[in-house]
Nanobody, 121 residues
Framework: QVQLVESGGGLVQPGGSLRLSCAAS????????MAWYRQAPGKERELVATITKGGYTNYADSVKGRFTISRDNAKMTVYLQMNSLKPEDTAVYCC???????????????WGQGTQVTVSS
């Protein structure tokens, strides 16, 4: 029904930057909220940032001032700009999108496949 394709992960040195993208496609009438989560080895999944349809954003305290979430509604894509990266930001990052399905009108949540971000010198 809904497919998400992520890109932009990789290896970066401390203090560096990366930009993640997550593009949605499929039977989508509209997209409600979009979010990025991350999970580091041995740790629970953590909500990193969210953005509503209207553009209201919210961030985990650990990334405030360093990460910026944004969305392009026309492209059905959410971005995560990550600056001043730290080793503790190392994790698998996954996007989550809550949509209204075109043919049923029901809400449907979908997860991306995940992309590895490694911050290391």
């Amino acid at each position: 029904q809904v497919q998400l394709v992520e890109s932009g992960g990789g290896l970066v040195q401390p203090g560096g930057s990366l930009r993640l993208s997550c593009a949605a496609s499929g039977s989508i009438f509209s997209i409600k909220s979009m979010a990025w989560y991350r999970q580091a080895p041995g740790k629970e999944r953590e909500l990193v940032a969210t953005i509503t349809k209207g553009g209201y954003t919210n961030y985990a305290d650990s990334v405030k001032g360093r990460f910026t979430i944004s969305r392009d509604n026309a492209k059905m894509t959410v971005y995560l700009q990550m600056n001043s990266l730290k080793p503790e930001d190392t994790a698998v990052y996954c996007c989550y999108v809550l949509v209204v399905v075109a043919d049923t009108g029901a809400d449907f949540g979908s997860w991306g496949q995940g992309t590895q971000v490694t911050v290391s010198s």
